[in-house]
C-alpha cells in the first residue's frame, strides 16, 4: 500500500462507485432496457443451463447450479469471469472451513458462527475479500441447510453443483460476448 490511511481509499473507491452509478443513472431508459434485457436473457440461459446439466448429471440438488449461474453472471465475460473466480474461492474456503467445523461440533450454532467468521477473514487475509461472503454462504449452506450423509459429501457435491453453474455462466457470456463482437457497430 501507498501509505495512506484505509479509510481514504475506501472514502476514494466509494467516491468512484457513486459516479459510476451516476453515469449509468443518465443513460437513456432505451439503453438500461436494452442492457436489462440482455443481462435477463444471459441469466436465464445460464440459470437454464447449469439447472439442466445438474438434472443431467443427477446431482442432489440442481438448482444450486442455477442460482450460482445467475449469482455471477454479469455483463460482460471479463467481469462474469472474476465473478466466478470469487465464487470459486469463496466456496473452496468455505468448503473447507465448514468440513472442519462440522466436524468440530455438528448442529451446535456457535461453532457455525465462528466457522462463518474465520471463512470471511481466511478470504480477506488471502486478498481475497470480495469472496469473503461467497465463503461465509458456503458455510451456511453445508452447516445449516438439512441433508443426509457426512458433512464432506454435501460439501463437495456443493462445489461440484457451484461449479456447474459457473460453468454454465461463463459459456453463455462469453458466447454473448462474441455475438456482440459480430453485431453492427460494435467495437472491442
Same mark, same amino acid.
Given at each position: 500500500?501507498?501509505?495512506?490511511? /484505509? +479509510? #481514504? @481509499?475506501? +472514502? #476514494? !473507491?466509494?467516491? /468512484?462507485?457513486?459516479q459510476l452509478q451516476d453515469v449509468y443513472q443518465r443513460l437513456p431508459w432505451s439503453h438500461r432496457l436494452i442492457n436489462g434485457l440482455s443481462l435477463a436473457v444471459q441469466s436465464i440461459a445460464a440459470a437454464s443451463l447449469g439447472y439442466? !446439466?445438474? !438434472? @443431467? !448429471?443427477?446431482?442432489?440438488q440442481a438448482f444450486w447450479g442455477a442460482? %450460482?449461474? /445467475?449469482a455471477v453472471t454479469q455483463q460482460s465475460y471479463i467481469d %462474469? +469471469?472474476?465473478s466466478s473466480i470469487d465464487q470459486v474461492l469463496g466456496a473452496a474456503i468455505g468448503a473447507t472451513i465448514a468440513i472442519i467445523g462440522s466436524y468440530l461440533a455438528q448442529d451446535n450454532y456457535i461453532v457455525y458462527a465462528i466457522t462463518m467468521a474465520i471463512s470471511i477473514v @481466511?478470504?480477506? @487475509?488471502?486478498? /481475497?475479500g470480495s469472496a469473503g461472503k461467497l465463503s461465509a454462504t458456503t458455510v451456511t449452506i453445508v452447516m445449516l441447510v438439512p441433508h443426509n450423509g457426512p458433512f464432506w459429501t454435501i460439501a463437495l457435491t456443493r462445489l461440484g453443483e457451484v461449479t456447474i453453474g459457473?460453468?454454465?455462466a461463463l459459456l453463455v457470456t462469453g458466447m454473448a460476448h462474441k455475438l456482440e463482437k459480430l453485431l453492427p457497430g460494435e467495437k472491442s
Open positions: 500500500m501507498n501509505g495512506r490511511p /484505509i +479509510r #481514504e @481509499l475506501r +472514502r #476514494e !473507491l466509494g467516491d /468512484i462507485h457513486q439442466g !446439466l445438474g !438434472l @443431467l !448429471l443427477h446431482t442432489q442460482l %450460482t449461474a /445467475i %462474469t +469471469r472474476k @481466511l478470504c480477506w @487475509l488471502f486478498n /481475497i459457473i460453468a454454465s
